[in-house]
């Protein structure tokens, strides 16, 4: 079955800690992963995807293929950081397939 | 470049009621989306338009259907709405047909059924 799995609904940092986004995937193919975030009142806004291999905003997050894991990782937290994330992956066309989301509440 | 915009953006509805949202895709992209989310989920996949045919069906019953026009705007129509049909519903666009496709999502129209 195609599933993303975030196992965290709500992570509590402190300004310039470091942050942890885990997502775990289940899929039997290749597929293309994601780290989707929604800021207050805004809309859902596409943050990294693994292809590109790029750092936004300081967010990184690796494939891990055997691990089947996406986690997304930033060395030090703002409290501009604060919102909602979720991890997806498409397998065909351009579905998504999101997981639960992971609020993220970045305190100084 | 205009975003995706949907209409309306709140409404609320009788149980056993039909509903149609609207969406406009961000411009140039010919492939539309569409995702419901209840509340403290993620969104998840109803359906998918590309060039005015359905090309893709998440685990929804036949009472939700579509529609893409030439302009590659969408509609969302929903019959028979039960209580359980509150959520928010996303419309999202993309150009397929290229590597690399992002997707672009409006901000939702809030739907209540009582």
């Known amino acids: 079955a195609q599933r993303v799995t975030q196992p965290e609904k709500l992570l509590s940092v402190f300004k310039g800690a470091p942050v942890e986004l885990k997502c775990n995937y289940s899929?039997?193919?290749?597929?293309?992963l994601f780290w989707y975030v929604q800021y207050s009142r805004q809309r859902l806004q596409l943050l990294l995807r693994?292809?590109s291999r790029e750092s936004i905003k300081g967010f990184t997050a690796d494939l891990n293929k055997g691990e089947t894991s996406f986690h997304l990782k930033k060395p030090f937290a703002q409290e501009e950081d604060s919102a909602m994330y979720y991890c997806a992956l498409s397998g065909t066309g351009t579905a998504l397939i999101f997981g639960k989301g992971t609020t993220l509440s970045v305190s100084s | 470049e205009t975003g995706v915009t949907q209409s309306p953006t709140h409404l609320i509805k009788t149980r056993g009621q039909q509903v149609t949202l609207r969406c406009s895709s961000q411009s140039g992209h010919n492939t539309v989306s569409w995702y419901q989310q209840a509340l403290g989920q993620g969104p998840q996949f109803i359906f998918q338009y590309y060039r005015e045919e359905e090309n893709g069906r998440g685990n929804f019953p036949p009472r939700f259907s579509g529609l893409q026009f030439p302009n590659y705007s969408s509609e969302l129509n929903v019959n028979a709405l039960e209580l359980d049909d509150s959520a928010l519903y996303l419309c999202a666009s993309s150009l397929q047909g290229l590597g690399g496709n992002t997707i672009y999502f409006g901000e939702g129209s809030w739907l209540t059924v009582v």
């Open positions: 693994h292809i």
């Open positions: 899929y039997s193919g290749s597929p293309e």
